[in-house]
């Protein structure tokens, strides 16, 4: 697997604090790449957008066939960071308490009396992977709303909050759609990212087959806390926005919605339902993480050009006669940057 080129730092905008900061940042992300690409075969766009999204307090949502290592991937990233890891298998006769924990009666040995105690669900961890999370109805889909939002659950009319950090990585498949139960828009707008796990390459894939049919064995070191994890969310939120990003993030969005009066022309006749303004606060977020990472103190134009398509495949709907014509949420948001990206100026 060819490595990504090491990052050079060019943190001087930044306060002598906050420069120490990102540049622990950079390398902090450069040994957690290290680390699953001890276990991971490629996957190293997808696997820089759930960092980004860790570093955004964001949670992903993961499309893909099956075999593609996103189980193993999760896993292995929570390993690199020293976090707690629990895994759902979602499943049409799953409940809401199977998730987020439930009351159970028990009784004082002291007194004899019997007494209610809450039984955590897997829910309370730091990472939790959803798999296959459209295979269980909306009702039990729902149970994680709250939990994605506002990092904590209720239940028996109590309040607990979730260990910081907290992120949810669901995945589902793509092909096999019967006894699914496709995600409500609500919930689908709590992911940061809607991200597409595609094949890998065919030397990817000789290295695959190498390692899984023969004594090959990995080991994952921790090479980065939770703390750590926290203290970079919260640098990530001080990274300057200049004002001409923060028009395009505006104008992007803006002109697929079409009741808007900026809306595109062609978006009008494609679009049904366009992004809201968390689209908006989601994708400056993620592109202040992805500057940070490419040791930039700053956003530029091309991070929230890079990061479109996964913040907004999932916040676009397309019109029945988009869909008629074979044309994808992702070939509309292409389309969409290609319309927002500058051109270059001719000189006679």
Not at 22 to 29: G, H, N, R, S
Not at 105 to 111: F, V
Not at 264 to 286: D, I
Not at 298 to 325: G, S, W, Y
């Amino acid at each position: 697997m060819v490595q990504p080129p090491p990052i050079e730092p060019n943190l001087n905008q930044l306060g002598e604090d906050d420069a120490a900061k990102a540049a622990q940042l950079v390398k902090a992300c450069s040994a957690i790449r290290e680390q699953v690409g001890r276990v991971v075969v490629g996957q190293d766009e997808v696997i820089e957008q759930l960092l980004i999204a860790i570093l955004s307090r964001g949670h992903c949502l993961l499309e893909g066939v099956p075999g593609l290592a996103k189980t193993l991937m999760i896993r292995t990233l929570a390993d690199s960071m020293h976090l707690r890891f629990h895994r759902i298998q979602f499943t049409p006769d799953l409940m809401p308490g199977d998730i987020t924990g439930t009351d159970i009666i028990q009784e004082d040995p002291e007194t004899g009396r019997r007494k209610l105690l809450f039984e955590p669900g897997p829910v309370f961890t730091q990472m939790l992977l959803a798999d296959e999370i459209n295979r269980t109805p909306p009702k039990t889909q729902a149970a994680l709303l709250e939990a994605m939002q506002e990092h904590e659950v209720t239940a028996g009319g109590k309040t607990y909050a979730l260990e910081e950090p907290f992120f949810v990585l669901a995945t589902q498949n793509p092909i096999e759609q019967e006894g699914t139960y496709p995600l409500p828009e609500a919930q689908r707008d709590r992911f940061l990212f809607h991200v597409v796990v595609d094949y890998p390459s065919r030397e990817e894939e000789s290295e695959i087959v190498d390692r899984t049919t023969s004594t090959f064995d990995a080991a994952v070191d921790a090479v980065v806390s939770g703390q750590q994890i926290i203290e970079f969310q919260k640098l990530v939120r001080r990274v300057p926005l200049p004002p001409h990003v923060k028009e395009w993030v505006l104008d992007a969005v803006r002109a697929v919605r079409p009741a808007d009066p900026q809306c595109a022309s062609w978006a009008k006749e494609l679009v049904e339902w366009g992004p809201g303004p968390r689209a908006s606060q989601q994708l400056v977020l993620a592109s202040k993480a992805r500057a940070l990472m490419h040791g930039r103190p700053h956003v530029r134009i091309d991070d929230v050009q890079t990061l479109a398509l996964p913040v907004l495949r999932h916040r676009i709907v397309p019109t029945f006669a988009a869909e008629a014509d074979g044309i994808t949420v992702d070939d509309l948001i292409k389309r969409l940057v290609k319309d927002l990206t500058p051109k270059p100026s001719s000189k006679l």
